[in-house]
């Protein structure tokens, strides 16, 4: 397949940053920087506040200043550095530091308006006390309404509602009842027992009982009804109890909709999560209301589940059903008519199949590229180049946002250039096609990927997939004779090319290495981590991650779905996965329970294409036949009933 890739840009950039900010050398700097970070202002080389990054000096200065730091001090800096991340991250700080030492005064001169997180908002509404009660009350309502826990810092503001008696046993009652529709339990019974009079005594105790025995829902007691709304306190147990007691709700919900203990807006929101939990049941004892509750609404998000038991066990009459009763343009998706292809092609139906083949084939997708090889049709990646006008390129790279970037890069604070330019990208969406062309042209794979994400730009491939790192991939990858676009296409899924990425549960890097998984991989290969601030190092974590995909592919014998499945959900579970695989390559990965791992694996696949596109490399098929066979994993006796693997 010819595709043509973006042009290189006419423009040369020899230093995005002026030499006058290089009063002192980037390392030089960073140690600064460091210094400033750690409060050790002796060690901050004077010369530093004349380098472009000297706001990041500074900012540390004050923040470590509050909250004795005086508020205009605070408002002058936000002024003087609108245009970066930092305003917005001291005044924030200034909020909270204020909040804590009760400077209520500081806070409401610090902004006029409300903050955006919830901690800094109820530091805000609780120095309004002061001020403007009606304001603060308002604000104090809104938050105190949530099902949610909320931050030490709301407690101030509650106890004085409290105080006032402007939260009164009502909202308490109505805020438990939010706790419990949230799954929040806790802090539902917390609040109930908030509710010392008699008068709260039925309605508490029915909520207590109906979480035992759910059948009591159906006849609301007089004494409950009268202090309460049925509607509200059936419903909210009925949600709370639903993913928890999922058989007892689904025999009720017919007669709780007789007996009209519920609204339709209620109703239907409990039918939606008894639907989202059909995979709570095996497929031969699933209850027939979640079936016809799953036809009614015809979600193609909720009828996935049942959707995809049919598809691992060779169920292709009820794939047919399923496909038939989404709505919406989800049934033309690839997915979807991929399934329908199968399904078709199983049950006789060539010319149909061949027909939903061709559909699905039109999407750059997993299932696109698959439909195609069926076909045996060119892959459709349709990519586009910005459409730039003359010197707008100039303009972008001048700015001083994009000067601190550079920097940033330049002294390994790629963390805090990938806040920068994801703050300039909000700030000004309209550029977002011109950043993308510059992060290409200056080797910045990531601000590249996170430029076409927030400009939607989903047809710049050559930004999307900027083949980055390529030298490292390479390397590692003859190492262990693997297919270096394979590591870059991992490596683009696990942390769009950001190699100071960290995931919530604490992957690092690249590939996104577990620290526990990289210092096992350290022990065996004999390498020396270091600490896990290592796996920062692009080099350490592709050579780790490297050997980490050759042992599970080696441990998989080649096959490249449950390898890739072992690297995201790890190997212990797809032992157990294989232990009952499907006989094709594509059942396999939608038995996968994890809807993460599924895709994970999909996009993995599918980013292998558009690299090996991009690069100019004829690609005939997804997988090899050595990838993606599971007849390893398959009894003979399974093999038999099922037939040959022809996928």
């Not at 805020?175 to 309605?203: D, H, I, T, V």
């Not at 009804?225 to 509607?231: G, L, R, Y």
């Not at 303009?395 to 330049?410: C, D, K, P, Q």
């Not at 791992?597 to 690069?615: D, G, M, P, S, W």
Request: hydrophobic residues 40%; proline residues 5%.
């Amino acid at each position: 397949m010819d595709i043509k890739l973006l042009p290189a840009c006419l423009v040369v950039f020899t230093s995005l940053f002026s030499m006058a900010s290089l009063a002192i050398s980037n390392d030089e700097f960073k140690t600064s920087f460091e210094a400033a970070r750690q409060g050790e202002w002796d060690l901050v080389n004077e010369d530093a506040e004349k380098h472009v990054l000297a706001p990041y000096i500074e900012y540390h200065r004050l923040k470590s200043a509050l909250p004795k730091l005086s508020v205009d001090d605070v408002k002058d800096y936000v002024i003087r550095n609108e245009d970066t991340p930092l305003a917005g991250w001291l005044r924030r700080h200034a909020t909270l530091a204020y909040g804590a030492a009760r400077q209520w005064d500081d806070v409401l001169a610090l902004r006029a308006t409300p903050p955006g997180d919830i901690p800094s908002q109820c530091i805000w509404y609780r120095a309004q006390l002061i001020k403007d009660q009606q304001k603060a009350f308002e604000g104090g309502f809104k938050l105190w309404l949530s099902g949610e826990s909320r931050p030490p810092q709301c407690d101030d503001l509650f106890k004085a509602m409290i105080t006032k008696g402007e939260i009164t046993d009502n909202l308490i009652w109505q805020r438990s009842l939010l706790a419990l529709q949230r799954g929040n339990r806790s802090l539902s019974m917390y609040l109930m027992r908030k509710l010392k009079g008699n008068e709260w005594k039925a309605p508490v105790n029915f909520v207590h009982s109906a979480l035992k025995n759910p059948t009591v829902l159906v006849d609301v007691p007089a004494s409950v009804s009268a202090q309460v709304s049925t509607e509200d306190v059936v419903f909210s147990v009925a949600i709370y109890l639903t993913p928890r007691k999922i058989d007892d709700i689904a025999v009720l919900l017919p007669s709780l909709k007789e007996k009209a203990v519920m609204n339709t807006e209620q109703i239907n929101l409990v039918r939606r999560s008894l639907a989202a939990r059909s995979y709570t049941f095996d497929r031969e004892d699933r209850p027939q209301i979640i079936d016809t509750i799953l036809g009614d609404l015809g979600d193609a998000d909720l009828i996935g589940p049942v959707l995809r038991d049919a598809i691992a066990a060779s169920d292709w009459q009820a794939v047919l059903g399923w496909i038939e009763k989404i709505q919406g343009d989800e049934s033309v998706s690839a997915y979807h008519q991929y399934w329908r292809a199968r399904a078709l092609e199983q049950t006789g139906n060539e010319a149909e199949a061949q027909n939903a083949y061709s559909n699905a084939a039109q999407h750059r997708e997993f299932y696109g590229f698959l439909a195609a090889e069926k076909l045996a049709q060119p892959y459709i990646l349709n990519p586009e180049a910005p459409n730039l006008s003359e010197g707008s390129l100039d303009e972008v790279s001048e700015s001083s946002a994009i000067e601190r970037i550079a920097a940033l890069w330049a002294i390994g604070e790629e963390g805090l250039a990938v806040d920068e330019w994801d703050y300039t990208l909000r700030r000004n969406p309209s550029e977002s096609g011109a950043m993308a062309e510059l992060a290409l042209v200056n080797h910045w794979p990531a601000l590249a990927v996170q430029a076409t994400i927030r400009g939607k730009h989903w047809n710049y491939i050559g930004h999307r997939f900027p083949l980055a790192y390529q030298d490292e991939f390479r390397q590692s990858a003859a190492e262990y004779s693997l297919d270096p676009l394979l590591l870059m296409s991992i490596a683009r899924r696990e942390s769009a090319f950001n190699s100071h990425a960290r995931s919530p549960v604490g992957a690092r890097g690249l590939m996104q290495m577990m620290p526990a998984t990289a210092k096992q991989v350290a022990r065996e290969k004999a390498f020396t981590l270091t600490d896990e601030k290592a796996l920062l190092d692009s080099d350490v974590n592709i050579h780790l991650a490297t050997y980490y995909v050759s042992s599970l592919l080696e441990k998989y014998n080649g096959n490249l779905i449950a390898a890739l499945a072992g690297y995201n959900a790890g190997p212990n579970k797809v032992d157990r996965w294989l232990e009952s695989a499907p006989v094709t390559f594509d059942q396999f990965i939608e038995s996968i329970p994890y809807r993460e791992t599924r895709e994970y694996v999909k996009a993995v696949l599918a980013y292998r294409v558009i690299f090996n596109t991009l690069q100019g490399t004829e690609v005939s098929a997804v997988l090899n036949p050595d990838e993606r066979s599971f007849a390893q994993f398959i009894s003979s006796a399974e093999l038999q009933t099922e037939g040959p693997v022809t996928n």
